[in-house]
């Protein structure tokens, strides 16, 4: 219908998404509950295809003091607190591993690496007038491009490229950056899915460990990704995150769609959240709060076809492998669920990636 928005289906930059004046459900003010919260290190686990990623594009345009955002968040709730005079006002480095897979290690690390050599030429270009040549830091700084452009280059040699990044933009801009890495789980996932994650474990603890513990350069950092790994498996130096899972109240209404908001959504391509809707699309609970899948209600919205639009949107396999070894006390309460009655069962928050497959009990099934 003439004066309907685009609805934004595939588009996970904020950025882009408001340029195009696509619809647009407004969460902007998770970035009121980050800087409130003031935790130095935070861990958003959240299923596939419930915003991440454009969450945290809104959080690097809004804070990216290289930019001049006002237009993205004009009439947004944001810029109606105390908080709209923060904006652009620090440094970011934003990096999304959401798209680094691959079927061996060196194959994956290319992406990875790419990921972080991009991000370094951008500082470079945008900080060479305004750092001191000869600091050991800019030295290192430099060392670590030539680093990650040598194709031969061995993992080890840039596992601390983050954190020395921190350092590098710190004493460019004098302000600790705000440090935001999407899907930062993507990649272990990957490497246990093809058999490789043992020789990538020590990678990954160092990257993520050396640059947000004990790492006087950092300002905040926000992660998000699906899964929470546990302190006992690779991250063993990473483990002064705060995790809000989906049980946790915080920032529960900002990945995916309330009630209201999917209601109005769909009034406004002249649908209805009926019983059918809920039945198809509802089964979703943040802290307290009611959610629904934003793909499949974007893609009704646009299509009005009760679908299954999320099916093959993500890969399935740690379920599939722990699958096979599951038990009888694992099947008899599945059974039980899937024919509609409740069940109570202890969980496990966090996955543990240790030799062989990473479920290893009843609990880290459910």
């Not at 195009?20 to 290190?41: C, G, P, W």
């Not at 699958?323 to 966090?350: H, N, P, S, Y």
């Amino acid at each position: 219908m003439e004066g309907r928005k685009t609805l934004p289906i595939g588009t996970d930059d904020f950025r882009k998404l408001r340029e195009n004046n696509a619809y647009y459900v407004d969460k902007t003010l998770m970035i009121k509950d980050f800087l409130e919260m003031r935790d130095e290190v935070a861990l958003v686990a959240r299923p596939r295809r419930f915003g991440k990623t454009l969450n945290m594009t809104m959080l690097r345009e809004f804070f990216d003091i290289t930019k001049d955002s006002r237009e993205l968040f004009e009439g947004l709730a944001i810029m109606e607190t105390e908080y709209a005079d923060q904006i652009n006002s620090r440094p970011v480095i934003y990096f999304t591993f959401k798209d680094c897979k691959g079927a061996t290690a060196d194959e994956l690390m290319f992406l990875v690496k790419r990921n972080l050599y991009q991000e370094y030429l951008q500082y470079e270009k945008l900080l060479r007038d305004k750092v001191d040549k000869d600091s050991f830091e800019t030295r290192d700084f430099y060392a670590m491009i030539d680093v990650l452009r040598n194709s031969q280059a061995n993992y080890g040699q840039y596992s601390f490229s983050i954190q020395l990044l921190t350092q590098f933009v710190k004493n460019g801009y004098g302000i600790a950056p705000i440090l935001l890495i999407d899907e930062y789980d993507q990649p272990i996932m990957s490497s246990y899915e093809y058999g490789y994650h043992e020789k990538l474990g020590q990678f990954f603890s160092n990257l993520y460990g050396s640059a947000m513990k004990g790492n006087s350069a950092l300002g905040q950092a926000l992660l998000t990704g699906v899964q929470r790994v546990a302190k006992e498996s690779i991250f063993s130096q990473f483990n002064n995150a705060r995790v809000y899972t989906v049980l946790h109240k915080t920032y529960a209404p900002y990945f995916g769609l309330t009630a209201e908001e999917t209601e109005k959504l769909l009034a406004d391509y002249s649908l209805k959240l009926d019983e059918k809707v809920r039945k198809k699309y509802d089964g979703y609970r943040f802290g307290d709060i009611e959610m629904y899948n934003p793909w499949s209600i974007l893609n009704y919205a646009d299509l009005g076809s009760l679908d299954n639009y999320w099916i093959n949107t993500s890969s399935n396999y740690l379920v599939k492998k722990a699958l096979q070894t599951a038990d009888r006390r694992f099947w008899e309460k599945f059974e039980q669920l899937i024919a509609g009655k409740e069940i109570a069962v202890w969980i496990t928050l966090e996955l543990r990636i240790l030799k062989g497959i990473a479920i290893t009990a009843c609990g880290d099934f459910w």
